[in-house]
């Protein structure tokens, strides 16, 4: 885009990050991205060199064999992802923004130091459970049990829609440990699937994007998990555990639309400046130039709007509202966007071979998870 803009939280460390990480990703991701939507998972190795070159568990101390960084550096990482085109293919969001930062914010020292360093390797992948069959966004519905015996629990349940469920090593999973209790009765137990018995993975879920991404069915049929497992001091802390979260979780859906919908400007403001119809370029079109226009602009308010809600994380008072409006609007906006552009392409835009079909349908997906949209406008209304 024309117009001279910087990110306030950016510095030079994170400048140098971006350089380091675009280089890496151009050399070990992109040539693969064809390989990995066709098997619909993102191969081992690649975790493996992504934690080697520091991208994984970015804003996890180093004492925890993080990169001692924050939201600032996830979010250039993720911006990266998109712009090398595997974008929210790749489940480091879940791994590293989410499933790292419940364990670090209520895991035990010794958990820490159990998992976190192996999750920062990409030795071991993480996951998070909460989603099933008939309790999506109403996670106070669900019916997973958590059954605590001599030897530890005891887990009985389903969970759908898992990213990274095929690969992961760890998988938070939200429980009810006393199903009379409503929401002071659920609980998140850590099971590590190597060796777990009663653990199985179902199908890899076939979806209409995201199509690199692994996304899975997950069962406990009396799956045996220690008592040392469990997140917290107590049983009962899992839904606040979860609601406390869950901001964070939507600002990095939210800043992961703000990259797509710059992309998918940034693209085909490339494609109509060479594109010609009638012996004209596209842009040269007013129907083209005023939709484009329109689009840069909702691309630029879209970033001071996402740089406002990341230096409010940094400062640690991002709330629920904020972020809840930042994760609808954006999503909407890059769904309008890629639709928007994609038409631009004409009927090349439908073909799967030119990125703007891939960012239309992978941005579906962005108005559903981590709370649907109108879960978003339920909660900011219940503070007007």
């Not at 992109?30 to 390989?35: G, R, V, Y």
């Not at 008939?134 to 996670?139: E, I, K, N, V, Y």
């Not at 939210?254 to 400046?273: F, N, P, Q």
């Not at 649907?372 to 007007?384: G, Q, S, Y």
Request: contains cysteine; aromatic residues 8%.
């Amino acid at each position: 885009m024309t117009v001279a803009y910087t990110s306030p939280w950016m510095n030079e460390e994170l400048n140098i990050l971006r350089s380091s990480a675009r280089k890496f990703l151009e050399k070990e991701f992109t040539p693969h991205i064809e390989s990995w939507i066709e098997q619909k998972c993102v191969d081992k190795a690649a975790w493996l060199k992504a934690g080697s070159a520091g991208l994984l568990c970015a804003s996890i101390p180093d004492q925890y064999g993080g990169g001692g960084g924050t939201i600032a550096h996830e979010t250039v990482i993720l911006e990266e992802l998109e712009r090398c085109g595997i974008g929210i293919h790749f489940g480091n969001t879940i791994h590293s923004g989410i499933v790292a930062h419940y364990i670090l914010a209520y895991g035990s020292e010794e958990q820490r130091q159990r998992w976190l360093p192996r999750m920062a390797s990409g030795e071991l992948i993480g996951a998070l459970a909460m989603s099933e069959p008939g309790a999506g966004s109403d996670l106070k519905s669900i019916r997973t049990r958590a059954v605590r015996t001599p030897s530890g629990y005891v887990l009985n349940g389903q969970k759908t829609f898992i990213t990274n469920g095929q690969a992961a090593g760890l998988i938070i999973v939200a429980a009810k440990t006393d199903p009379g209790a409503g929401a002071k009765g659920v609980s998140l137990i850590v099971v590590e699937t190597a060796n777990c018995d009663g653990f199985r993975r179902g199908r890899n879920l076939n979806k209409i994007g995201m199509q690199a991404s692994d996304t899975a069915e997950l069962f406990f049929d009396d799956a045996h998990v220690p008592v040392e497992n469990i997140l917290g001091p107590d049983e009962g802390g899992g839904f606040a555990q979860m609601m406390a979260q869950l901001p964070v979780e939507r600002l990095l859906i939210a800043i992961s639309a703000v990259a797509a919908i710059e992309r998918a400007v940034e693209i085909t403001s490339a494609y109509v400046k060479e594109r010609e119809a009638f012996g004209r370029k596209l842009l040269d079109f007013q129907n083209t130039s005023f939709k484009l226009a329109e689009r840069a602009t909702e691309a630029l308010i879209a970033r001071v709007f996402i740089d406002y809600c990341i230096q409010r994380a940094l400062a640690g008072d991002l709330d629920t509202v904020t972020a809840s409006m930042a994760k609808w609007w954006l999503t909407d906006k890059q769904s309008e966007t890629a639709d928007v552009c994609l038409q631009m392409f004409g009927g090349y835009g439908f073909m799967e071979e030119y990125p703007i079909s891939r960012m239309y349908v992978d941005s579906r997906v962005q108005r559903i998870y981590g709370g649907t949209n109108e879960i978003m406008k339920v909660l900011i209304a219940r503070h007007l």
